[in-house]
């Protein structure tokens, strides 16, 4: 059974870089036909797709964070990570991991693997 675990840290600055790290047990992220997403949900708001890697290492990113997302991985690690710069307090909410045969959907039941997700507050 595939299980994925959301780390790093609850509190980040404005203007700083958040960074989030998704351990995945159970699985292989190297797997063929495979795609690491994340999405996040701010307060009050529905769930937002943000960007995804392929198995292959190709990366896809919504338009709108593309400027200020990164999302890379390591097989030998079975981890993926986000960096998002540059944070505001618009930038605080919950965010999540997940995987499957599919990205880009900000639908929880697109995925075939969910992380609990991980709460992350912007403030100073």
């Known amino acids: 059974q595939v299980q994925l675990q959301e780390s790093g840290p609850g509190l980040v600055k404005p203007s700083q870089t958040l960074s989030l790290t998704c351990t995945v047990s159970g699985g292989s992220i190297g797997k063929n036909y495979d795609y690491w997403s994340w999405i996040r949900q701010p307060p009050g708001k529905g769930l937002e797709w943000m960007g995804s890697i392929a198995y292959s290492g190709n990366t896809y990113y919504d338009p709108s964070l593309k400027s200020r997302t990164s999302i890379s991985k390591y097989t030998s690690r079975n981890q993926f990570t986000l960096q998002l710069s540059s944070v505001t307090p618009e930038d605080t909410a919950v965010y999540y991991c997940?995987?499957?045969?599919?990205?880009?959907?900000?639908?929880?039941?697109?995925?075939?693997?969910w992380g609990q997700g991980t709460q992350v507050t912007v403030s100073s």
């Open positions: 997940a995987g499957g045969r599919l990205y880009g959907s900000s639908s929880r039941n697109q995925y075939d693997y």
